[in-house]
């Protein structure tokens, strides 16, 4: 991801979460040394993105989406398999993220993933919605 791809990103963003992150938000990610933000692209279109976080051994899915008009078409997969390759690369010991408790295409694809329940956050979302704590172990 860089700055020009951030008209994009801020659209699905938008359009994917009631509390959508800034572009300040996604600015820290790009220029985060702890950052690896990354864009989906068919043609010449960013069709979705990842943004995760490496910290020594840990890392974290912070946001990730798919535009409406792309689901449905694998790209959410590829993206968390590239999260999972990169972790992988640079020796994680765990990958976490935090999913809506109602949310349930995204924590299938995340358990047909590998990755398993590890809490709850009970009313993390603006709404009173729970957040599921999603892992996992390499």
Not at 3 to 10: G, H, M, N, R, S
Not at 57 to 79: F, K, M, Q, T, Y
Not at 91 to 112: D, H, I, K, M, T
């Amino acid at each position: 991801m860089t700055e020009k791809d951030l008209p994009a990103v801020l659209r699905i963003e938008e359009d994917s979460f009631p509390h959508p992150w800034t572009e300040c938000h996604f600015l820290d990610e790009i220029g985060s040394p702890h950052g690896y933000p990354v864009v989906a692209v068919a043609g010449a279109e960013v069709v979705g993105y990842l943004c995760l976080k490496v910290v020594l051994d840990e890392a974290e899915i912070l946001d990730v989406a798919v535009n409406r008009s792309a689901r449905g078409r694998g790209i959410g997969r590829a993206l968390v398999q590239s999260a999972l390759s990169f972790c992988r690369e640079r020796g994680a010991s765990f990958l976490f993220l935090e999913v809506r408790a109602g949310n349930a295409p995204a924590q299938a694809l995340y358990r047909a993933m590998g990755f398993s329940e590890s809490g709850i956050r009970k009313r993390y979302y603006h709404d009173g919605e729970d957040a599921l704590l999603m892992q996992f172990d390499f």
